[in-house]
């Protein structure tokens, strides 16, 4: 078996872990009429059946200020979890996310919205080298880092699940959740983007979650 499989393994095992929860979830939710059930498909493809609250968390962007649950209030944002030396779904989710935010800036929708990275690595991953590794995809992009137990108060309520993995020789990785989460101007995790991550289409279920929860007054 190679390497590659060998790290892959634990990560489909994590994958259909988080599937078979949120699946478990989604189907244990009332439907009916409700916001979420009179939802055309593809907006309940991205939307939660409820708004999921954030408990209190307190850490650091990469620039050194403070970032909090307020600090997901006011504009839409899209938030993905990772780790600077992760190989591949970290640098292809956020060279999406640069891609859909170009998209909706195409379109004046980006003004209201911010893309934050939260590094699940915070032992290695200093601000400065998240500062530099971010400013390759947006000057924009926010870097969150700060102690395991206030990200996982974060993470928790959008049902991140993360690992750390070091096989026979001594390679270590971190195996995470690769969805994208959705958190609203009423700092409530809402919905989810699913991989795979292309910009266009991100772009579009993202206006059709927007649209369908403003005319309904979620």
């Known amino acids: 078996m190679t390497t590659r499989r060998r790290l892959l393994i634990p990560f489909l095992l994590l994958v259909m872990a988080g599937s078979l929860l949120a699946g478990l979830w989604v189907s244990q939710q009332p439907t009916g009429r409700t916001a979420w059930g009179s939802a055309p498909p593809e ?19 990469q620039h050194g200020t403070s970032f909090d649950r307020n ?8 938030v993905f979890y990772g780790y600077l030396a992760c190989p591949d779904v970290c640098p ?33 991953d200093t601000p400065e080298e998240m500062k530099q590794y971010l400013g390759w995809y947006h000057d924009d992009f926010i870097g969150l880092h ?58 579009e279920q993202f206006q059709r979650l927007r649209g369908h929860m403003e005319r309904n007054g979620i």
Not at 52 to 60: I, T, W
Not at 72 to 78: K, M, N, P
Not at 96 to 103: I, K, Q
């Open 92 to 124: 292809m989710s956020l060279h999406a996310l640069r891609g859909m935010h170009d998209v909706l800036d195409s379109h004046n929708a980006a003004d209201d919205l911010q893309v934050i990275f939260v590094s699940l690595d915070p032992e290695h």
């Open 146 to 203: 700060g102690p395991l137990e206030e990200i996982d108060k974060m993470a928790s309520a959008m049902v991140i699940k993360y690992a750390e993995h070091i096989d026979e020789t001594g390679y270590r990785s971190i195996d995470h959740t690769s969805s994208v989460m959705i958190v609203d101007p009423r700092g409530r995790v809402v919905g989810a983007l699913s991989p795979p991550l292309e910009p266009q289409r991100m772009a």
């Open 71 to 78: 600090a997901l209030t006011g504009r839409w944002s899209f």
């Open 43 to 61: 907006v309940q493809a991205v939307m939660w059946p409820e708004p999921r609250p954030l408990q209190d968390f307190s850490l650091h962007t």
